[in-house]
Each structure stands twice: as C-alpha cells, then as structure tokens.
C-alpha cells in the first residue's frame, strides 16, 4: 500500500512536471500532498528598433575631358581652377602639337573638380586633363 501511495505521488509529480500549472494539491483522508513549482519566465527580449538604412544620394556623374592627341598642355588665358563653370563646348585648354594650338571643348555642362596637368605637361592621346561634374546648365533648369 505504501508503494502504491508512492507511485500515485510520483504519478502526481509527472503530471505537474508535463502541464503548465505551477501548484498541485491534493489532499486523501489520509494524505495530503501540495507541490508548487518554480515557473522560470523568460524575460522579455528587448528588440533593438530597426535601423532603417539611409539612403545616400547618388554621386553626381562624373566627365572626364582627355586628351584629343599627343602633345604639350597649354591652358587657356584664364586657366580653369578647381571649382569653374563651365559650358558645353567651351574651349577648356589647348594642346600644342608639330607647331599647331589645337582647342580642347567640355563635352558637358559642369562644375571642374580637378585639374589633372599642368603647363606645359607633355600628355598622351587619352589622357585626362580635367574631371568634371556634370551639371545641368540655367537654360535647362525650369
């Protein structure tokens, strides 16, 4: 008899451990038997607030004014300084090749961000001269 009280409390104790109840109380005319488990709450995770991404704005495009041909960098009256306007089709600089001044035109409205050569400066077909950012020129803003 007194296992068979044994194994009903053991039964009991199964029955706490696998519900969600946290107390078991139970009381015979010749036993009383009163459980209280221990129910860990987990606590609440803090979530961090979503970082929204933030949004860059695009570089400006930039044009590159090269070298039309093989020669020796000549700049204009007024050479161009980091910062200049200039015009599409502006003459930028000059290269001088076998005697001959040729001009050097902007491909594009824009603001001059760097200068790349200097007087006199021997350049190759192709090479950069001067960095541009592309701007939109006062008669196409509105």
């Not at 930039?62 to 910062?83: M, N």
């Not at 005697?99 to 491909?107: D, F, I, T």
């Amino acid at each position: 008899m007194a296992q068979t009280q044994a194994e009903r409390i053991e039964h009991l104790l199964n029955l706490l451990q696998h519900s969600d109840a946290s107390e078991l109380e139970v009381e015979t005319s010749t036993w009383r038997l009163r459980v209280r488990r221990q129910v860990i709450v987990a606590a609440p995770t803090v979530q961090e607030p979503a970082t929204e991404p933030v949004s860059v704005p695009p570089e400006p495009a930039s044009v590159w004014i090269r070298s039309p041909l093989v020669g020796f960098f000549e700049p204009r009256p007024k050479p161009l300084q980091v910062g200049d306007i200039v015009k599409q089709g502006e003459v930028v600089c000059l290269i001088r090749a076998m005697g001959l001044m040729n001009e050097v035109q902007s491909p594009v409205n824009g603001r001059v961000a760097e200068v790349l050569v200097e007087e006199g400066i021997a350049v190759e077909y192709g090479q950069p001269l001067y960095r541009l950012i592309e701007e939109e020129s006062d008669e196409t803003r509105s």
